[in-house]
């Protein structure tokens, strides 16, 4: 992993935040900011430089798919990885964020050797893996 990357996890859940930074942590990632919704993401990544969200689909406020079809529409961070969290496993989901330009699509519950292997394929993809 590239320890320069600053990463937001976006969670209405405290306890599933911290979950995901410490796995982040055990992958070597050290900048991990916070949000509880797609609304203060939002107000977080355009204030501060982020390299890569990792997002709850179901949320209050707005969604993760919400939050992606957001940045997706923005010049400045239509490029942005995001990475989607959900309990949803159902086709439909997964083919919606797809669609909607989601980089990658983790079904909870999951590993940290699950959510490794989703962060670098998608870093390898935007080439941010570090040398």
């Known amino acids: 992993m590239n320890p320069d990357l600053t990463y937001l996890v976006v ?4 306890t ?3 979950i995901v930074g410490g ?6 990632v050290t900048r991990i900011l916070e949000a509880e919704d797609g609304v203060q993401a939002l107000r977080i ?12 689909w179901n949320m209050p406020n707005m969604t993760g798919l ?6 997706r529409a ?12 959900t309990a949803e496993g159902k086709k439909e989901n997964i083919v919606e964020a797809a669609q ?6 983790i079904v909870k519950p999951f590993t940290q050797d699950i959510l490794q292997e989703k962060l670098a394929r998608i870093l390898s993809k935007h080439s ?4």
Not at 74 to 85: A, G, N, V, Y
Not at 100 to 105: C, E, L
Not at 128 to 131: F, G, V
Request: glycine letters at 8%; proline letters at 6%.
């Open 23 to 28: 796995l982040l942590r055990q992958c070597g």
């Open 16 to 18: 599933m935040r911290r």
């Open 66 to 71: 919400d939050l992606l079809k957001t940045l």
């Open 128 to 131: 941010l893996l570090s040398a």
């Open 100 to 105: 909607a330009g989601a980089d990658g699509y």
């Open 74 to 85: 923005h010049p400045k961070f239509s490029r942005m990885p995001l990475l989607l969290i």
């Open 11 to 14: 969670d209405d859940f405290s």
């Open 45 to 56: 990544i355009e204030s501060k430089p982020v390299d890569f969200g990792i997002s709850d």
